[in-house]
T-cell receptor, first 116, second 110 residues
Framework: NAGVMQNPRHLVRRRGQEARLRCSPM?????VYWYRQLPEEGLKFMVY????????ESGMPKERFSAEFPKEGPSILRIQQVVRGDSAAYFC??????????????FGSGTQLSVL | KNQVEQSPQSLIILEGKNCTLQ??????????LRWYKQDTGRGPVSLTI?????NTKSNGRYTATLDADTKQSSLHITASQLSDSASYIC?????????FGKGTRLHILP
């Protein structure tokens, strides 16, 4: 049973381009969470999704950022017209049930986004 | 305001020594508290999870404590090893929120 898979591990984009980050949750997990981590900072919650539904997007910037978790395929975090401030490590996590229960949360290895 | 504060920010100890990391939180209502270990360039890995009624939980050389009255938790590492060098993150959950601490960066010296 493979863990949470994120790709790419490293992504370089020029300002104004689009970034697409992918996350395949663990088998049997239907809850996906996206986090952003800046150097020397803690993980910041962005969005919580279940299959085909956005449950909580309170941590998502209002513009340029979007997320989806389709019925088939990985969850996608999309950043349009990237700016230098978007440079960060983006982590995806998955669980079988909602994290506020005692369900364990499994993290991927992250995607390091660098905006030139 | 819901917050999770960890101390110290960083810690350096010699291999074989013990250490204790602290976590204070103001998250309310409270569901559970977790400690994660994050190696450089990797995602966090769960070490322990405790609910309101639990005041201690062990995972090998890691022992976490929780005082829900004072809203404090600690992570004690016994007989440290070089592989313990990592960031240790305290995460507090409520029914509808998950708050991450900034972590304690632990360096183990040979």
């Amino acid at each position: 049973n493979a863990g949470v898979m994120q790709n790419p591990r490293h992504l370089v984009r020029r300002r104004g381009q689009e970034a697409r980050l992918r996350c395949s949750p663990m088998k049997g997990h239907s809850h996906v969470y996206w986090y952003r981590q800046l150097p020397e900072e803690g993980l910041k919650f962005m969005v919580y999704l279940q299959k085909e539904n956005i449950i909580d997007e309170s941590g998502m910037p209002k513009e340029r950022f979007s997320a989806e978790f389709p019925k088939e395929g990985p969850s996608i975090l999309r950043i349009q017209q990237v700016v230098r401030g978007d440079s960060a490590a983006y982590f995806c996590a998955s669980s079988r049930q909602e994290h506020s229960t005692n369900e364990k949360l499994f993290f991927g290895s992250g995607t390091q986004l660098s905006v030139l | 305001k819901n917050q999770v504060e960890q101390s110290p920010q960083s810690l350096i100890i010699l291999e074989g020594k013990n250490c204790t990391l602290q976590c204070n939180y103001t998250v309310s209502p409270f569901s559970n508290l977790r400690w994660y270990k994050q190696d450089t360039g990797r995602g966090p890995v769960s070490l322990t999870i405790m609910t309101f009624s639990e005041n201690t939980k062990s995972n090998g050389r890691y022992t976490a404590t929780l005082d829900a009255d004072t809203k404090q938790s600690s992570l004690h590492i016994t007989a440290s090893q070089l592989s313990d060098s990592a960031s240790y993150i305290c995460v507090v959950s409520g029914p509808d929120k998950i708050i991450f601490g900034k972590g304690t960066r632990l360096h183990i010296l040979p």
